[in-house]
């Protein structure tokens, strides 16, 4: 805890879109008489709409990886690849670079996703003062691997795209991959829901 | 950033107040429409999975757990799901889930086999398996009880199930070159195949299944004929050399054919399962049905050297049957070693012979035709081992009338019938022939050959005495020979001595001859003149007996 005083001691409120600093009227329905966004002291219901998020995300990153995600067939013989058994095949096909980045992509970067996220909010709700530094970092961490996370879902549009030699060689998407762009998009969701100065506070301040 | 710089509270702008948009509760149906995504997942793939079934297979070349699908008319109606061996670890067994509207596959009459590509002598067949993979197909039955245990079939059905076409099945003492799949011609149109094939039980035949496919299986009635179309018919007549096919594909892979005997018959489409029997080739099944065989035995008393099984038996020319077995027997009574041959014949080959054999026997009141055989040995009729072929002294059985035939032994009720045999033409000639070189062999040949070089020894020497001496001396007899010839011609030639007074001679030959027959004509009109003397002469009698000596007197 910082001897610093908080905006709340001071009454006031700074708008998240355009950073106005405004007088804390204490209501729910206040908005930024500058660029008209909603005023909240922390995001709105940040802990449970990232719990939430966090958990559809989770759910569907199930599906997503137990469905196929891309169809390859090569002269005839059709081949169902779900992430892992691709990475696999990578591996097992002398490619062991390339398996260390799609599985660092596909199946590291969600994990630790779900579990940095998970760690800010179970943290975040108990108030406690814990390495909130390094919790800050997590949070930037998440922040930035975020953009990294769809790599999935672009190699089996690119391909789908790209390979398209009919008999030869076609690349067809699955279910399974939509399942995956889903939980990436669910969880950049979650990330951005996060309140970061939840952090901070030192006790639930989810108002 | 402390109270210092602050602008009062007042100084700051009032926020306006907005209706609440929305309701942070709201959020939790993210999760749940997720869960409900991930449940309805759940529930598709639950309702969605047919039966799981055990396939076994001698091999699972070609199948990947996770790939290999099955399908049934090229539609995927399961997958592979496992691949493992059997506990004795000799064969494989293939866990399969089928999909759910497959259910009806999982039933006792399905068959499962993995299509891979098979490259025969018949065709090339799988050509897509090659690029994508082996299969597993499937064909559905008849029965509608569960089942999930499947024994794979190794090849697949050649029929699948509820093809339009009946089925037959065929009788053959072998299989010769058909396999399954062989083609079914008719009119050297592919009508069908065969399905399967498997030995008699007894082993002492081969039963095979064909497949005429519709509508083409109504041309298969009561009397069609099958045979075995497989290789080439060569056949030298008449008219040249003809070779005869049905197909290219047949040569090599095999093929049966059918077709209706010439000549009316009945032609009432044949029932599914009918059973026939397969000829050896299209002559023997077209010709009249052979009926019953009857099994008979002779007993040979001399070499059979070049008797074969299967060589013909024929009477009076006509092929009635074939040997099936030669055997050496031992007659310990006559210190022989006698061959008894065993053949089959038809006695319906004989045709309206038969017909009327059967019908005089039928009349007389007898059984068979045993005691008309009786008849016809003491007849003369013989069995007897001819040669059919010069060349490579092949045998052949002929069934013939031997005149003045020695008296044989024969007993109607034998089983098998035993005939009475005569040496073949050939072997008398054989015979003669022995005896001829016996005789020869007799012949002392080597003393002739002493007293010949003998003799030659003694006329040489002669011939040297006579060149050495008798021919000088003849040289010169023929010499003095000459000298006298010369002699003798000189005395001969027209200007010699000898040859004038021959001349002279002749001539005063001539006038003694005149002066005789003068005297004569003289002495015929006076005869009394030999006694008297000659009277006086008239004047003109005188000059002609005086003419002559003048005449004479000339040279």
New interface residues.
């Given amino acids: 805890m910082s001897a610093l005083p908080r905006a709340r001691d001071l009454g006031l409120i700074g708008c998240h879109v355009c950073g106005l600093v405004c007088r804390d009227v204490g209501r729910h329905d206040a908005a930024c008489p500058r660029c008209g966004s909603a005023l909240h002291r922390r995001k709105t219901a940040s802990l449970a709409r990232t719990w939430a998020l966090l958990i559809a995300a989770f759910i569907l990153y199930l599906p997503a990886n137990l469905l196929p995600i891309m169809r390859t067939v090569s002269l005839g013989d059709v081949d169902d690849n779900t992430i892992l058994s691709g990475v696999i095949e990578l591996w097992v096909k002398g490619s062991p670079d390339l398996a260390v980045i799609v599985f660092t992509a596909s199946i590291v970067v969600p994990m630790l996703k779900f579990l940095v996220l998970a760690t800010l909010l179970l943290s975040a709700r108990s108030g406690t003062d814990w390495a909130q530094r390094q919790r800050a970092r997590l949070y930037r961490l998440v922040e930035f691997i975020g953009y990294w996370s769809m790599l999935d879902v672009f190699v089996v549009a690119l391909l789908t795209a790209l390979v398209r030699f009919n008999f030869l060689s076609r690349v067809e998407p699955l279910p399974g991959v939509v399942f995956f762009g889903l939980t990436v998009v669910l969880t950049m969701l979650a990330s951005m829901s996060f309140d970061p100065r939840l952090i901070w506070d030192g006790r639930t301040n989810d108002d | 950033?402390?109270?210092n710089p602050?602008p009062s509270?007042d100084e700051?702008?009032?926020?306006?107040?907005?209706?609440?948009?929305f309701n942070?509760?709201l959020?939790?149906l993210?999760?749940?429409?997720?869960?409900l995504?991930?449940l309805s997942?759940v529930v598709h793939g639950w309702m969605q999975a047919g039966p799981n079934i055990t396939i076994t297979f001698q091999t699972a070349e070609g199948l990947e757990a996770g790939?290999t699908p099955v399908k049934y008319k090229n539609v995927v109606i399961g997958k592979v799901n496992r691949i493992d061996l059997t506990r004795d670890r000799s064969k494989v067994r293939v866990r399969v889930a089928l999909e759910k509207s497959a259910e009806s596959f999982a039933t006792a009459g399905t068959r499962y086999w993995v299509v891979r590509p098979r490259i025969g002598l018949g065709g090339v067949s799988g050509v897509?398996t090659l690029?994508?993979?082996a299969f597993i197909g499937a064909d559905t039955g008849d029965s509608q009880e569960y089942r999930n245990e499947f024994t794979g079939l190794e090849i697949p059905p050649a029929v699948p199930h509820g093809a339009p076409g009946k089925s037959f099945s065929l009788h053959s003492d072998d299989l010769g070159s058909l396999d399954i799949g062989s083609p079914v011609y008719f009119r050297r149109i592919q009508v069908g195949r065969v399905v399967s094939y498997q030995l008699d039980k007894d082993g002492k035949g081969v039963s095979l299944q064909i497949f005429v496919d519709g509508p083409n299986d109504r041309f298969v009635t009561t009397s069609t004929r099958f045979w075995n179309a497989s290789g080439v018919d060569v056949s030298l007549g008449a008219n040249g050399l003809k070779l005869n096919t049905q197909s290219l594909a047949t040569v090599l892979a095999g093929g049966v054919a059918f077709q209706d005997p010439r000549g009316p018959h009945d032609s009432t489409p044949a029932a599914e399962g009918a059973s026939y029997k397969l000829f050896g080739d299209q002559v023997t099944a077209m010709a009249p049905p052979d009926g019953e065989p009857h099994y008979i035995r002779m007993r040979f008393e001399q070499s059979l050297r070049g008797l074969v099984v299967d060589a013909p038996v024929e009477f009076l020319g006509i092929n009635i049957g074939r040997v099936v077995s030669i055997n050496l027997d031992y007659d310990d009574k006559k210190q022989r070693f006698p061959v008894t041959v065993g053949a089959v014949v038809y006695p319906q080959r004989l045709g309206r012979a038969y017909d009327k054999l059967s019908e005089l026997a039928k009349a007389r009141g007898e059984p068979d035709l045993s005691i008309m055989l009786g008849r016809l040995i003491e007849h003369g009729l013989r069995a007897q081992a001819r040669t059919g072929n010069l060349l490579t002294g092949q045998l052949y059985i002929a069934m013939d009338f031997i005149p003045n035939a020695p008296k044989a032994d024969f007993d109607p009720a034998g089983k098998p019938l035993e005939i009475p045999t005569a040496p073949g033409s050939f072997d008398k000639l054989q015979e003669q022939m022995a005896e001829i070189v016996d005789k020869l062999q007799k012949i002392p040949f080597d003393s002739i050959g002493r007293n010949l070089d003998q003799t030659l020894g003694e006329l040489n020497r002669t011939l040297k005495q006579v060149n050495g001496e008798v021919l000088p001396e003849f040289r010169n007899t023929l010499k003095g020979a000459q000298q006298t010839l010369g002699t003798a011609d000189q005395a001969l030639s027209n200007d010699s001595p000898l040859q004038q007074n021959l001349g002279d001679t002749l001539k005063q030959l001539q006038r003694m001859a005149r002066s005789l027959r003068v005297l004569t004509d003289y002495l015929g009109v006076h005869p009394e003149a030999l006694i008297r003397g000659r009277p006086a002469d008239p004047p003109q009698a005188r000059p002609a007996p005086a003419q002559a000596p003048k005449q004479g007197s000339k040279p």
């Fill in positions: 950033m402390t109270d602050t509270r700051l702008p009032e926020p306006v107040v907005q209706r609440r948009r942070a509760s959020i939790w993210v999760p749940a429409l997720a869960a995504v991930g997942l790939k897509d690029l994508s993979g």
